[in-house]
């Protein structure tokens, strides 16, 4: 093997997993390589099984006459929006030596402090690093979890391996990429999702999208997966294959939520998962607990045009005091209903939804606080911190309030030090599982929180 290669190519085929019309270079440049042993090629499509996303369900697949094999081709439909997959359209992976890391010294450059339950998760995050082993840091909505990770990137960094943070949501990958970028001014960061410039840049860190990991083989020495509970990610097998697939044999991986699920939680407990709690935000209050008020037959009486009395009392309330308020509700058809009755109580009354085209500006009145109570659906969640609010969710027996969408919904409250408090309410015809556990879930973090001193009582 000659060692004549283009450093180019090298930088760009690293650790991943690429068709060839994703791939900027001739064809002639490809085949060379392939020829002189520095990439490799393999089969997108093996036995019903996707190489690139790991989809086997035979629905997911369909045929087509095509013309590069004059055949009718298989392809994969589960991950189609990337380019199209099929039987004789190969991935290509570079196999050649890595290319070399020019990081010099320790690249952090950070003056903030964490508390203490930052601190300890950040030794273990670290730890679980050099041992390339796994961890669940299970953190409390607004604990403050990106700043656990900066020893831990650092310290992987230093040792010249590569490290994704993979997250399921775009907003995600937008809103970590330059808080990153900045303690490691020296290191290029690399954002990735849907339609991002930065696909062709060869990072020693990387913050993606679940989706993007998707082109992704074998790249990453550290994996850090936020907000792993969360949809699509939770539900979607072929994104949990996209991360393994993207992450080295012996990597570390690290695993981040508020609200892990009954499997995991039980794990913990029986300690059959290496985890860390951060029961305390980093402002050092108690996380506010759900205060559960029954509102009778609700969708009865706003069948007749009515808002539940308890509820339009505490509505009025808010208004009076002007208070900020999110109140949410269990669909969109409902939202649409009640929207007008709410509105009667205060013009400025709004609401959104997921599939609203006017999402982001109004999610940016109610940051302006131009917006009093805004109504949503559980598209509001996570996410998002609103500096002095009060939340409500109007029936919230409803099954789509899971433990873990009443946990983050419970999380937006109280976020800012400066506020550190406000009041969370679940309107209610009829207790659930689901609402019992959500509510020890945050006593019982306040609990230990109050117990290991993360908190001033
Ligand atoms: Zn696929
Ligand atoms: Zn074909």
Redesign the pocket.
Known sequence: MTTTYSPELQLFLTGRSLLQTEIPYPEELIQHHLEKGYITSSPGLTKQTCERCGNTAAHRFASFP?A??Q?S?TYCRNCIMMGRV???TPLYTWIGPAPPFKIKGSPLVWEGSLSPGQQTASEKVKAAIQTKSEILIWAVCGAGKTEVLFEGINEALKQNLRICIATPRTDVVLELAPRLQKVFPSIQVAALYGGSEDRHIFSPLTISTTHQLFRFNKAFDVIIVDEVDAFPYSYDKTLQFATKKATKKSAATIYLTATPNEKWQAECKNGKRPYVTIPARFHRHPLPIPEFTWCGNWKKAFEKGKIPSPIEKWTQERLRQGKQALIFLPNIKLMKKTAPYFQKLHTGIDSVHAEDPDRKAKVEKMRKKETPILLTTTILERGVTFPNIDVAVIGAEDGIFTESALVQISGRVGRSAQHPNGTITFFHYGRTKAMNKAYSHITQMNKEANERGLIDA
């Open positions: 095509c590069n094999c055949k081709c099929s039987t004789c």
